[in-house]
């Protein structure tokens, strides 16, 4: 990367989205996949990127975000200078939690004034995605930018509670930007997948203008307002990309990993880091049989597996059925039990000849910790 970057992420902006599973962790520590969390997808991106120091904003619920991080060996950010910096939710001047995206980036204005990067790039924990951050941040230094917003080319609506959609020229800059607009009948557009690019400076200028004049809402108060006169450019991502709106779509995002293109597309290439656990490997004893599925390691299975995502440590008893379901870390499953969509949480405990089903719009979840 031709100019030092600094990143910053937001860990809890989205909680909203997933309750169940964000109850009593950050949107960016919820278990995806296997063996990730949300975060290791958009931190794994800036530090392939070549980015050495990143801010994780915190909010509330942090304690798995903490243990997960940990030092940030992992992700090579176990450094004495930068490396992985943890933002609390207020600021110097206050002592209450930001309840904004812009009242979070005041909150963290001395982190970035402290930073000596040239650019800054914004990125939140509700998208997975192979991105190459340095490509945009070339992007943006190219085009001059004030401001560099990445896109992704959706025909589905979106389920957020809060979304923006670009209006792209020819030569990218942005011609207008629409917050929750109502999608029906619009075919193809362009969704706006939360990372952006800003000079460091322009970004701790803005705040600071922004707090004078008493503004609330970075998308309302200062990008919509100032689309004719800041240069505004869009980044179109053309790879995969899935947005995690609600538990359908989580539902959704994760069955896709079991198609070998999709893989291919997020873990191909440059590796997701994530938190090293030293697990035995997974058991398959008499009269398992496990179908189109990834299973973590640690797993013992005695029974039927299909079309499923086990989570490290996942027991599933003899003559147990399981079917189109996500079974996170810990969870025992008993003799002759039959699951077909369901997602349970961790440590949770199914007892012999229990049958729940939901269906891929409306998954069973089952609550961490709880025994059925």
């Known amino acids: 990367m031709a100019h030092s970057t600094v990143g910053v992420i937001f860990s809890n902006i989205h909680d909203e989205n997933i309750p169940e599973l964000s109850r009593h962790r950050t949107m960016a520590s919820v278990p995806f996949v296997g063996r990730y969390r949300l975060i290791d997808f958009a931190l794994s991106n800036m530090v392939n990127s070549g980015i050495t120091t990143v801010g994780i904003?915190?909010?509330n619920n942090y304690q798995s975000l903490i243990d997960h991080l940990g030092s940030g060996k992992e992700w090579d950010l176990a450094r004495k200078d930068g490396g992985i910096i943890l933002l609390p939710p207020y600021s110097d001047e206050t002592d209450k939690p930001y309840?904004?995206?812009?009242?979070?980036?005041?909150?963290?204005?001395?982190?970035?004034?402290?930073?000596?990067?040239?650019?800054?790039?914004?990125?939140?924990?509700?998208?997975?995605?192979?991105?190459?951050i340095a490509d945009i941040v070339r992007f943006h230094e190219e085009k001059g930018a004030d401001i560099t917003m990445v896109y992704h080319k959706e025909t589905e609506p979106c389920e957020s509670s809060y979304f923006m959609t670009l209006l792209p020229g020819k030569d990218g800059r942005i011609k207008g930007l629409k917050i929750n607009p109502n999608l029906k009948g619009e075919g193809e557009y362009n969704l706006y997948v939360n990372v952006m690019v800003m000079r460091r400076e322009f970004l701790i200028n803005t705040i600071q203008d922004a707090v004078t004049r008493g503004f609330s809402s970075f998308g309302r108060d200062i990008l919509t307002k100032n689309v004719d006169t800041l240069k505004i450019y869009g980044y179109e991502f053309c790879g995969y990309y899935a947005g995690v709106n609600s538990m359908?779509?989580?539902y959704k995002h994760s069955m896709e990993l079991l198609r070998r293109d999709v893989r291919h597309e997020i873990f191909g290439g440059r590796d997701i880091y994530t938190k090293v656990r030293d697990s035995a490997p997974s058991k398959y004893l008499d009269g398992a049989v496990v179908r189109n599925s990834l299973i973590s390691d640690g797993c013992v299975i005695e029974g039927t597996v299909e079309n499923c995502i086990l989570f490290r440590g996942v027991k599933v008893g003899k003559g147990s059925v399981v079917r189109n379901s996500i079974i996170m870390q810990d969870t025992v499953i008993g003799e002759n039990v039959s699951l077909d969509c369901v997602i349970t949480d961790k440590n949770v405990v199914?007892?012999?000849r229990r049958t729940l089903a939901g269906c891929e719009t409306l998954p069973y979840f089952i609550a961490k910790g709880r025994m059925l």
């Open 57 to 59: 904003v915190t909010k």
């Open 248 to 250: 359908e779509d989580y």
């Open 350 to 352: 199914i007892r012999d």
């Open 99 to 132: 309840t904004t995206r812009l009242e979070a980036l005041m909150s963290i204005t001395g982190f970035l004034t402290h930073r000596k990067e040239d650019y800054v790039v914004i990125s939140d924990c509700d998208g997975i995605s192979h991105m190459d």
